[in-house]
């Protein structure tokens, strides 16, 4: 059994927590519209959000402790502390569904349909990690092919051995620090160390999507941080530019497989492609 686990940010630090729960609608959907039913979602959040979704896989999970203040806008390592310990309660909470594997799903992303049934047609894997994945700017009619190290891009990108992220029963929520980070491609590194190697996914497993008002941070954000000098970031507006250049048109086909529906639709529930059961 896969079981996906979904931190979702507090209420107390959005700048709109309506649109945060759109998102997080549309992303909710996204991930219970599994070709294979045997699947499980567990969602860890400080409220539950706002959504009139509902479907019998899904698990919400309260946490008590403190949301980051998020008094500085590049005040990254709270807002990643507050992302790591729900991921932390989500492997300790996963325990009772004895999954196989685990996927960590960012509250903003879409993925792809067949994971479920992917799983269970390779239990004895360590897992994978996304080597392709799409970038979508929320609203756009066109969507980049990442065609590799998707991973290195977007945190909704590998899916894991539950054996081999389980939490030690002595570690505790206040344990957690920033190295401790079972997400995104690092958690491939984390692996390597410990002696186990992920196979690759043999197909695009997610949409990574950005600009949508409610990203803690994208990667053009960091990237245009990090830059010191006018030519690191012309270099990064020409790969913007590229990335624009050789995206493709958002078919229907595409927007099916990962229930990438537009969350300004005056009726979420209605829109289309979007799994109603």
């Not at 203040?69 to 709270?78: A, G, P, Q, R, V």
């Not at 756009?140 to 899916?159: A, E, P, W």
């Not at 190295?179 to 690092?186: I, P, Q």
């Not at 992920?198 to 990574?208: K, N, Q, R, S």
Request: glycine share 4%.
């Amino acid at each position: 059994m896969l079981v996906f686990i979904i931190p979702v940010k507090s209420a107390k630090i959005s700048n709109s927590w309506e649109r945060v729960c759109r998102l997080f609608e549309r992303t909710i959907r996204s991930v219970c519209n599994q070709t294979y039913s045997d699947f499980r979602v567990i969602v860890v959040c400080h409220e539950k959000p706002d959504i009139k979704f509902e479907h019998p896989n899904i698990t919400y999970i309260s946490v008590d402790f403190l949301p980051p203040t998020w008094e500085n806008n590049d005040d990254y390592s709270s807002r990643r502390i507050d992302k790591q310990k729900k991921i932390f309660v989500g492997l300790t909470n996963v325990r009772r569904f004895n999954p196989t594997h685990v996927m960590f799903v960012d509250a903003d992303d879409c993925v792809s349909k067949h994971l479920a049934q992917f799983v269970s047609q390779n239990l004895d894997s360590n897992g994978w990690m996304f080597s392709k994945g799409y970038e979508y700017i929320d609203g756009s009619k066109s969507i980049f092919l990442v065609q590799k190290f998707f991973s290195s891009r977007c945190g909704t990108s590998s899916i894991v051995k539950y054996d081999l992220v389980e939490p030690d029963r002595d570690f505790k929520i206040d344990d957690v620090h920033p190295k401790w980070l079972f997400h995104g491609h690092k958690i491939e590194k984390q692996l390597l160390h410990k002696g186990y190697s992920l196979d690759i996914l043999p197909f695009p497993g997610a949409v990574y999507i950005t600009d949508n008002g409610s990203n803690i941070f994208t990667q053009r954000q960091m990237r245009l941080q990090r830059a010191n000098t006018i030519y690191q970031k012309l270099r990064i507006y020409s790969v913007m530019l590229g990335k624009f250049i050789l995206s493709q048109p958002l078919t229907d086909y595409i927007r099916e497989e990962f229930g990438l529906c537009d969350i300004d639709n005056s009726n979420l529930a209605n829109a289309k492609y979007l799994v109603t059961k």
